[in-house]
């Protein structure tokens, strides 16, 4: 069974950073396309990054040039590194992957960022 499991949120202050991180587990597939994606209180779920297998990525507008995702391979693990945040950024950040023709979704974390 496949499952993933996002580390590295809290609180932090504004222009503060973070590093999230995704490992897949129970699966000898590397992802494929790996993305992360946010949902604040009230609000839809909503795309910040995401990376294909080739390394291609794409980014929000609301997180272009402070937001990196990156990917290891050999460790199954998407990353989302989290630079100058803002008050806005606070969410629950989810991991979601496509691996094996299959979607997964983490279970979310939590990051908020103080005024």
């Known amino acids: 069974q496949v499952r993933l499991l996002e580390s590295g949120g809290g609180l932090v202050q504004a222009g503060g950073s973070l590093r999230l991180s995704c490992v897949a587990s129970g699966t000898i597939f590397s992802i494929n396309v790996g993305a992360w994606y946010r949902q604040a209180p009230g609000k839809q779920r909503e795309l910040v990054a995401s990376i294909t297998s080739g390394g291609l990525t794409n980014y929000a507008d609301s997180v272009e040039g402070r937001f990196t995702i990156s990917r290891d391979n050999a460790k199954y693990t998407v990353y989302l590194r989290m630079n100058s945040l803002k008050p806005e950024d606070t969410a629950v950040y989810y991991c979601?992957?496509?691996?094996?023709?299959?979607?997964?979704w983490g279970q979310g974390i939590q990051v908020t960022v103080s005024s």
């Open positions: 979601n992957a496509h691996l094996s023709g299959y979607s997964y």
